[in-house]
């Protein structure tokens, strides 16, 4: 059947108000702020977290020596649009997380340890990020966070 057919059976029907439902948006791309942030994240024989709002500068070390770093970059701000972190771990671990749309580069390795970039890849809207790093018997790893789920239309309309 086709819409046209409809015309005559609805012909009759009261007029609603009906919206279409919007389909969600998109995450705004990060923001890009000219505010400091804090340059170096250590951790020697214990953590550190930076995660939730907090400003990644143009150049951020993160240093674990059997320790771990977790930096969080879903809620960041950035200083600008091209960032480059630095990270070393030594007997430790870093964890960087980054949001699901992120344009990422790595460069890195590891000895008697593991540089894991899988989260790497190009996205086309953002800053762009550049993980460089290093670990020996430790682990540097930056993996993507998962996207926002799609609305099922199909449950939003039952």
Same mark, same amino acid.
Request: net charge neutral; hydrophobic share 45%.
């Given at each position: 059947?086709?819409?046209?057919?409809?015309?005559?059976?609805?012909?009759?029907?009261?007029?609603?108000?009906?919206?279409?439902?919007?389909?969600?948006?998109?995450?705004?791309?990060?923001?890009?702020?000219?505010?400091?942030?804090?340059?170096?994240?250590?951790?020697? @024989?214990? &953590?550190?977290?930076?995660?939730?709002?907090?400003?990644?500068? *143009?150049?951020?070390?993160? =240093?674990? !020596? $059997? %320790? +771990?770093?977790?930096?969080?970059?879903?809620?960041?701000?950035?200083?600008?649009?091209?960032?480059?972190?630095?990270?070393?771990?030594? @007997?430790? &671990?870093?964890?960087?997380?980054?949001?699901?749309?992120?344009? *990422?580069?790595?460069?890195? =390795?590891? !000895? $008697? %340890? +593991?540089?894991?970039?899988?989260?790497?890849?190009?996205?086309?809207?953002?800053?762009?990020?550049?993980?460089?790093?290093?670990?020996? @018997?430790? &682990?540097?790893?930056?993996?993507?966070?998962?996207?926002?789920?799609?609305?099922?239309?199909?449950?939003? !309309?039952?």
């Amino acid at each position: 059947r086709t819409y046209g057919e409809l015309v005559p059976l609805t012909r009759d029907l009261p007029a609603a108000a009906y919206t279409a439902p919007v389909p969600h948006a998109r995450p705004a791309a990060p923001e890009i702020t000219s505010a400091p942030g804090p340059a170096v994240s250590i951790a020697v @024989m214990s &953590g550190c977290d930076r995660s939730g709002e907090w400003v990644v500068p *143009v150049q951020h070390t993160a =240093f674990a !020596l $059997m %320790g +771990g770093v977790e930096l969080d970059l879903r809620f960041a701000k950035f200083a600008a649009a091209d960032v480059t972190i630095t990270a070393v771990a030594i @007997m430790g &671990g870093i964890e960087i997380t980054v949001p699901h749309d992120m344009h *990422v580069v790595c460069n890195g =390795f590891g !000895l $008697m %340890g +593991g540089f894991d970039g899988r989260g790497a890849g190009a996205r086309p809207s953002g800053p762009r990020v550049t993980v460089n790093g290093f670990a020996l @018997m430790g &682990g540097v790893e930056v993996k993507r966070a998962k996207p926002p789920e799609a609305v099922d239309l199909r449950k939003e !309309l039952s």
